[in-house]
């Protein structure tokens, strides 16, 4: 049986890791990338730039599945523009999980969500939609994670973490056990988070932002 066909919203470095993470799952067939009007044509290890974001509608009617593969450090916005187009057009956006990634059944994780390489969601964790479970993060036991947050390379969200919608946690940052930290928030690479973060919070591990 073929596989069904899946579109890449984003052609950039963040897109090749997905594409790696997508071939390496192996259920969906990646009929190519969708890009700014200057990237139509590129290739992104050997998947061409099919369309940009202007001709998604025209896309909805050959292809049903779509992921969001463009990066998120600064702001969400970006990520959250696009799935909410995509999803209002039509498009289905699956889970993509690496098979290297362990994922708890007891743990959920909602749609255009993608957990790479090395990643760990444990027992009774909750990952919302459009998320990015980055390589090697760890989400621990009944951490929730709301939509549109990007956990990056190595990051740890330790027991009953809580992660509002479209936060950011950096590369090899840390979170102690119970913290809650609100929506839109970023937590630079390499930082320790032992207290409460409240919204548009922007944390360095001191307190100039
Ligand atoms: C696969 C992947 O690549 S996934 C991506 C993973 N990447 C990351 O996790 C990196 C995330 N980015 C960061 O942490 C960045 O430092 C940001 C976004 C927090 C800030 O970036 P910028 O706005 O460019 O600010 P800049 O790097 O100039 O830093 C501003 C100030 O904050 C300090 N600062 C920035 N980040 C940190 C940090 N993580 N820890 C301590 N201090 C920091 C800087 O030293 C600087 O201080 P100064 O003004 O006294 O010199």
Redesign the pocket.
């Known amino acids: 049986m073929s596989k069904p066909s899946l579109i890449l919203i984003g052609a950039g470095?963040?897109a090749r890791?997905c594409i790696d993470v997508i071939e390496q799952q192996g259920q969906f067939h990646i009929a190519g990338l969708v890009g700014l009007v200057e990237q139509k044509h590129a290739t992104q290890l050997g998947y061409s730039v099919i369309a940009s974001d202007d001709e998604l509608p025209s896309l909805v009617n050959t292809y049903s599945y779509a992921l969001i593969t463009v990066?998120q450090?600064?702001s969400a916005d970006q990520r959250m523009r696009l799935f909410q187009k995509v999803r209002q057009l039509g498009f289905s956006l699956p889970v993509i999980i690496s098979p290297t990634a362990h994922v708890s059944r007891h743990a959920s994780i909602d749609s255009g969500t993608i957990v790479m390489h090395g990643a760990i969601v444990n027992a009774g964790a909750k990952v919302g939609s459009n998320c990015i479970v980055?390589?090697r993060a760890l989400i621990e036991h009944d951490t929730i994670v709301e939509d549109h947050c990007?956990i990056?390379?190595g990051a740890i969200l330790n027991g009953d973490v809580s992660l509002g919608a479209g936060s950011?946690i950096?590369?090899?940052?840390a979170i102690k056990q119970g913290v809650k930290i609100g929506a839109r928030c970023?937590v630079?690479?390499?930082?320790t988070v032992r207290h409460d973060l409240s919204d548009f919070a922007?944390f360095?591990?001191?307190d100039?932002a």
């Open positions: 470095g963040h890791s990066g450090i600064k980055n390589s990007h990056a390379t950011f950096g590369s090899g940052s970023l630079g690479m390499g930082v922007h360095m591990g001191h100039k």
